[in-house]
C-alpha cells in the first residue's frame, strides 16, 4: 500500500475491515491486494497499518475450502492533496508468486501503474 501513499503522511484515524478468499495462496494475495485497491480507490481510505485478524492457509473441509484473509486497514480517509496518491490500476495475477519455507515468506507481486 505504501506504493499508492506514503504510510509517514497517514494518520490513524479510522479503520476498513478487508476480507478476501482464494483457491491458492498466490490468488489469495492477488485477491487481497484487489480488495485493499477497492478501498483506496473507491472508498477513498489511506491505510498505514495491516491488522491481520484471521487467515487459512491451507484448504479444508468438504470440497477443499478456500483460503481466507481477514485484515483490518488502520488509516484515515484520502485526501488528495496531502497524500498525493499514485494512480493504480490494478495487480497482474500472471507474475503474483508465493514462497513459503519455514518462517520466510517471499511475496512478489507487479503493481500495474
Given at each position: ?26 490468488d ?6 484487489g ?21 487459512t492457509?491451507?484448504p ?15 488509516g ?38
Amino acid at each position: 500500500m505504501a506504493i499508492a501513499v506514503d504510510p509517514a503522511s497517514i494518520e490513524e484515524r479510522d479503520t476498513r475491515v478487508v476480507r478476501a478468499h482464494g483457491v491458492d495462496v498466490g490468488d489469495l494475495l492477488v485477491n487481497w491486494l484487489g480488495e485493499c485497491l477497492y478501498v483506496l480507490d473507491v472508498e477513498g481510505f489511506a491505510a498505514k497499518r495491516i491488522e491481520i485478524l484471521s487467515a487459512t492457509w491451507s484448504p479444508g473441509g468438504p470440497g477443499g475450502e478456500p483460503l481466507r484473509l481477514h485484515c483490518v486497514l488502520h488509516g484515515e480517509e484520502l485526501d488528495r492533496q496531502r497524500h498525493n496518491p499514485a494512480e493504480l490500476s490494478g495487480v497482474d495475477q500472471p507474475t503474483a508468486s508465493v514462497k513459503v519455507s519455514d518462517e520466510i515468506a517471499e511475496i512478489r507481486v507487479q503493481i500495474r501503474l
